[in-house]
């Protein structure tokens, strides 16, 4: 799961084995599990549960909800929002 390379602190690595027991696995990829995240939104009320994200950086599969609709990706790219 972890990049080659990564030097990763322990407690981050039991961290992630605690996520991998709890949420569902990336069907995708089999190797991550798809964790939740969340954002604010135009008039600062938190959104829960926006998106949802492979852990695993090689596989990069997303699912997120926009305006009331549901995209599915491939590839996650750095954001352009506040440039």
């Given at each position: 799961?972890?990049?080659k390379g990564?030097?990763?602190?322990?407690?981050?690595?039991?961290?992630?084995?605690k996520m991998?027991q709890t949420?569902?696995?990336?069907?995708?990829?089999?190797?991550?599990?798809?964790?939740?995240?969340?954002?604010?939104?135009?008039?600062?009320?938190?959104?829960?549960?926006?998106?949802?994200?492979?852990?695993?950086?090689?596989?990069?599969?997303?699912?997120?909800?926009?305006?009331?609709?549901?995209?599915?990706?491939?590839?996650?790219?750095?954001?352009?929002?506040?440039?």
């Amino acid at each position: 799961m972890w990049h080659k390379g990564w030097v990763v602190p322990q407690g981050v690595v039991k961290e992630v084995e605690k996520m991998e027991q709890t949420y569902p696995p990336c069907l995708k990829c089999s190797k991550g599990v798809l964790v939740p995240l969340s954002d604010y939104g135009r008039e600062g009320a938190s959104i829960m549960y926006k998106a949802w994200v492979c852990t695993n950086p090689e596989c990069g599969f997303h699912i997120r909800i926009d305006n009331g609709e549901i995209s599915i990706g491939e590839s996650i790219g750095p954001s352009t929002k506040g440039r």
